[in-house]
């Protein structure tokens, strides 16, 4: 099959195309290559799919309509997966407008690619922060999601709408699926793994936020990869919701369009989080305690049984073995440097 994948040069679409790539699919690229963290990091990732025949890359940015539909048009995907977007939660405090920019007439733009090329399927990223100040754990899908506490979380529940109206509309099958704190080799600088284990190995101070009492749904990139490939061929059907004991289907009533976890429902602490790391390096790390930042939530918690009943699968990769492959895979990346 072919695939169109928006973000290849980013942390999960690299890991995405990667799998694709060996199962023996055809993928395309698109990436903008933006300085929101190390360009030199993303440039390796292209660099390692450019070496299979079957991936070619597009330097573009999502914005770019013109570009983005000749690349979707001479390509033909039989799948769309939308995963580049303007990420962090803190960030989007001090540069709204970038997300805006990226997030809101990005995905746009492909929506109106989809909308004109009309490929099989629809995939797009969205994130558990659209859970927001949700008090209800675990969270489900069908879930009240209305209450975002940070501007990227906005954008992403925002890409939801836009894209339910062009599967309703131009009966468009798609899936969005929010991610839980995915971790792994080649991870994203701005994330606390990184963050955490770079200030380790050069014995500086990490921050401790939340005063280290927030949680989160951890889940490892190799999980979520399996999730989103399993999902690719649950294509959502107008009134053919998934019947399962005990779970509610996300299918909207007037679309091909649902909306899934991927996440294994095991939230654990962030101080565990922060002691395996510890473990895994044979140093203890000095911490500076801090108050939760904003746009931040406590914990996050998924309920994982729409996944499973679609697919079968629920992620389980546990921490302890999650962290030690990012560490291995640091120690070989921070060499080479």
């Known amino acids: 099959m072919k695939y169109f994948i928006t973000g290849t ?24 290559m933006t300085p929101y963290y190390d360009v030199e990091l993303k440039q390796r990732r292209h660099a390692l799919l450019r070496a299979h025949n079957s991936f070619s890359a597009i330097e573009g940015m999502l914005e770019d309509k013109a570009l983005l539909d000749s690349a979707v048009g001479a390509f033909r995907p039989d799948v769309i997966v939308h995963l580049a977007a303007q ?45 927001g100040g949700n008090k209800k754990m675990p969270f489900e899908e069908a879930d009240r999601a209305d209450f975002p506490v940070s501007l990227y979380a906005a954008t992403k529940k925002a890409g939801e709408a836009m894209s339910h109206s062009y599967a309703h509309l131009f009966d468009l099958p798609t899936t969005c699926f929010r991610f839980f704190t995915v971790y792994g080799p080649w991870g994203r600088p701005d994330m606390a793994l990184f963050k955490f284990v770079s200030a380790i190995e050069e014995g500086r101070a990490i921050d401790v936020y939340g005063m280290g009492q927030m949680r989160r ?56 989080f922060v002691e395996t790391i510890e473990r895994k390096l044979g140093r ?17 918690f998924a309920d994982a049984s729409l996944l499973y009943a679609l697919t ?12 030690s492959s990012f560490v291995d895979w640091y120690r070989s990346y921070a060499h080479a440097h």
Not at 312 to 323: R, W, Y
């Open 9 to 32: 040069a980013g942390f999960i679409g690299f890991h995405l195309a990667s799998r694709l790539i060996a199962d023996g699919h055809q993928v395309t690229g698109y990436d903008g």
């Open 87 to 131: 990420a962090g939660v803190r960030y989007s405090i001090d540069h709204p407008e970038t997300y805006v920019s990226s997030n809101l007439v990005g995905t746009f733009n492909v929506l109106e690619a989809a909308r004109a090329f009309k490929p099989a399927h629809l995939m797009l990223a969205s994130t558990s922060s659209v859970y």
């Open 284 to 300: 203890t790390a000095e911490k500076i305690m801090l108050p939760m930042q904003q746009g931040d939530v406590e914990e996050t």
């Open 312 to 323: 079968g699968f629920t992620p389980k990769v546990d921490v302890e073995m999650g962290v």
């Open 217 to 272: 749904d951890f889940t490892y990139i190799d999980d979520l990869i399996e999730g989103i490939v399993l999902l690719g061929d649950a294509v959502p059907e107008r009134g053919k919701p998934v019947v399962a004991e005990g779970v509610t289907d996300s299918l909207s009533p007037v679309a091909p369009w649902r909306v899934v976890n991927i996440a294994g429902g095991q939230p654990i602490g962030l101080m565990p």
